[in-house]
């Protein structure tokens, strides 16, 4: 089993989780969110297609929409929060270091970019785009943002992000031509979703020719 295939068939491995855990799938999924948002280390596991996939099965009555959106919502707000009192308490530590293991540092710099050129609406913005989302509140707490600041910022961000992929997976991800091509939609969400950090990495490579 590799990320791949997991990606590719997510609807059928959240099914298998759904069928041998029952109610129980609701904390498994709280967990994976939260470890997405929370942790400095996972900035690979896939929120956006499996926020949209449980929306898709909330509408085949596998879940409850109104659960999923509250447990998830909630795993993404306290994930931040986290994240960013890990960043404040040792992100300047990390930052500077030469050699961090388990850290990609080439993240981590795009992160603070984003943040130095977007300042606290960073939060909200990378919420949508896959890996800087991980590293953005570590960035803010880095750059000491106010806690009130960051929070009104979070939870914004949180609900949409979370309100998004899920709503969309409950109203779009069992029209015939979705249901049918699922893998397709899940890869073309992965895809559209780091196209904006593909081009500003193209961007900013081509303003260093310049």
Not at 60 to 76: D, E, P, R, T
Not at 173 to 193: M, R, T
Request: proline share 3%.
């Amino acid at each position: 089993m590799d990320l791949i295939d997991i990606l590719v068939h997510l609807d059928r491995y959240l099914n298998i989780i759904i069928q041998n855990y029952g109610n129980w799938a609701y904390s498994i999924l709280f967990l994976i969110i939260f470890a997405e948002t929370g942790f400095v280390v996972t900035p690979f596991l896939p929120g956006d297609s499996i926020l949209f996939a449980v929306g898709a099965l909330a509408a085949n009555g596998s879940l409850n929409v109104n659960w999923l959106f509250i447990f998830l919502s909630g795993a993404a707000i306290l994930g931040n929060i986290i994240n960013y009192q890990v960043g404040r308490w040792s992100g300047p530590k990390i930052f500077f270091k030469e050699n961090v293991r388990f850290l990609n540092k080439k993240y981590l710099e795009q992160a603070h970019q984003f943040y130095e050129k977007y300042g606290g609406k960073v939060i909200i913005i990378t919420r949508f785009v896959p890996i800087l989302r991980t590293f953005a509140p570590f960035v803010a707490g880095i750059g000491k943002m106010t806690y009130g600041k960051f929070i009104s910022y979070n939870i914004i961000g949180g609900i949409s992000w979370v309100a998004i992929f899920v709503f969309g997976g409950y109203f779009f991800g069992n029209i015939p031509l979705v249901k049918q091509n699922f893998s397709l939609v899940i890869l073309a969400i992965i895809f559209i979703s780091v196209l904006p950090a593909i081009l500003h990495f193209f961007r900013r490579g081509n303003t260093k020719k310049v």
